[in-house]
């Protein structure tokens, strides 16, 4: 309670103080000289209007409309006409600061609404990814911008199928609500093509497809799409998305894919192959990562935070990774983030139960939800 009181008063004290400074000016210039300046007494409501409640204002108007009678006995211009007009000019331009500061109060609490339903619709189209699936471990984080920014439109899907697990991680260009009408429709498209096409060229065709149908011709959506396969090999199909990070016991590299055109810019993709060993882990991620500035506008170096994602719980590893980010810009993201970490578990051995001798039944563990990370 005292941390967002300390802030209320920070959000006021700057224009109100220098709203007090132009009506302290403009009674020194009058009070020094023989100039005629309660006229512009009623700039300094103005200029707390920019931030300040209609309530402050109105006070701060009322005020300076008080100084400005008042003002009639020191430079001796009380009652005159031009002390009488003086004074109606500061109350027109108190008038006209509550006005501004009701419109923009207004204005604040619609764009405020407008950015609760985007949010809220953009979180309800992240998935629930499972802590674990087919031998295979997963954890996700969302971080939502900074205030300033809008909402944006990365993406992130796991789909068991029966012969591979599917993952699709992806960042629609542009902003707001067509960012996350196209975000879904990619979702959507990714998980009907998952279970249908066998190839992982075609699971992209498909999805770029549904891109070229909906989106605006000056739109389109990178991705990068893994296949896990049982044997331990990973098949890679990116439409101009950044590579995934292999971490190993004492390595990390970049896979390199092969270059394809943004899902909603071509309908060809290419594929290639990797493998990865039981222990090793897999980070997807969106360009809100590796493209974080700090205030020298250093980019994030991904490189020396790979530590961070090792030997601990994959949902330990991307909090600490997520808090590494946040320190490097300043607690500030402009832009949205979607991080995924797969990680290659042991096999289980099987346990035979009662009429099932020697089968095991796969048991997907449902992990918490992706984690949205306010900035304030």
């Known amino acids: 309670m005292l941390t967002s009181a300390i802030l209320r008063i920070r959000r006021f004290t700057d224009p109100l103080t220098a709203g007090l400074l132009v009506l302290g000016a403009g009674i020194a210039v009058g009070a020094a000289t023989d100039l005629a300046t309660t006229g512009y007494f009623g700039l300094g409501v103005l200029v707390a209007a920019v931030t300040c409640s209609p ?12 100084i400005a009678v008042a003002s009639g006995l020191w430079d001796h211009r009380f009652g005159d006409g031009q002390h009488i007009a003086a004074c109606v000019l500061v109350g ?4 006209v600061a509550v006005y501004l500061s009701v419109h923009r ?22 998935p629930e990814v499972p802590a674990t699936l087919h031998g295979a471990g997963f954890a996700a984080r969302y971080l939502s911008a900074a205030k300033e920014a809008s909402v944006g439109g990365d993406l992130y ?30 979702l959507g498209a990714f998980r009907e093509a998952a279970v249908t ?51 190993g ?8 894919c092969p270059s394809s055109p943004p899902l909603g810019l071509g309908d060809r993709f290419a594929t ?14 969106t360009d809100g990562l590796i493209e974080a500035r700090d205030g020298a506008r250093a980019f994030f ?8 994602l090792r030997e601990i719980s994959p949902e330990v590893a991307l909090d600490q990774l997520t808090r590494a980010l946040t320190g490097h810009v300043g607690g500030n993201l402009h832009d949205d983030l979607a991080l995924l970490l797969v990680e290659r578990l042991a096999p289980k051995p099987l346990s035979p139960s009662p009429g099932l001798a020697g089968a095991a039944v796969p048991v997907a563990e449902p992990a918490r939800r992706a984690t949205v990370l306010s900035t304030d």
């Open 55 to 66: 309530v402050i204002t109105l006070c701060f108007g009322l005020f300076c409309e008080i």
């Open 92 to 95: 027109a331009q108190a008038a």
């Open 105 to 126: 109060r207004r204005r604040s609490s619609e764009l405020r609404q407008v950015r609760a339903v985007a949010e809220v619709a953009q979180r309800a189209l992240l």
């Open 157 to 186: 899907e796991v789909v068991a199928t029966p012969h591979t697990i599917r993952i699709i991680i992806g960042d629609v260009r542009g902003k707001g609500l067509p960012a996350v009408r196209l975000a879904a429709v990619v």
């Open 197 to 247: 096409w066998l190839e992982q060229e075609q699971v992209a065709a498909a999805c770029a497809r549904s891109v070229s149908r909906e989106a605006d011709p000056e739109d389109f959506v990178t991705a990068l799409m893994v296949d896990i396969h049982p044997d331990g090999r990973l098949s890679l199909c990116s439409a101009g998305h950044h590579p995934p990070l292999l971490v």
């Open 249 to 256: 016991t004492s390595t990390a590299t970049a896979l390199a």
């Open 272 to 285: 290639t192959t990797a493998g990865w060993e039981i222990g090793d882990r897999l980070l997807l991620f």
């Open 301 to 308: 170096p991904l490189e020396r935070h790979v530590e961070l």
